[in-house]
């Protein structure tokens, strides 16, 4: 999927948490098979855009 700010591609290995204090945090993901349960992140690695789905067939 293509930044629809500045037209790169963005990376989707990204995953959200939720912090001790409340706070969300975006991290790389590491375990893959956790993915389908969770939101879908997207980084857009050129200007930082972030964009957050759900895929709509595992939920
Ligand atoms: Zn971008």
């Known amino acids: 999927m293509k930044c629809p700010n500045c037209g790169t591609e963005m990376e989707n290995n ?8 409340g706070a969300i945090k975006i991290e790389k993901q590491r375990n893959i098979e956790l993915q389908s349960f969770l939101p879908k992140i997207l980084v857009c690695p050129n200007c930082g855009k972030v964009d957050i789905y759900v895929d709509i067939q595992s939920v």
């Open 14 to 21: 990204y995953v959200l948490r939720l912090g001790l204090s």
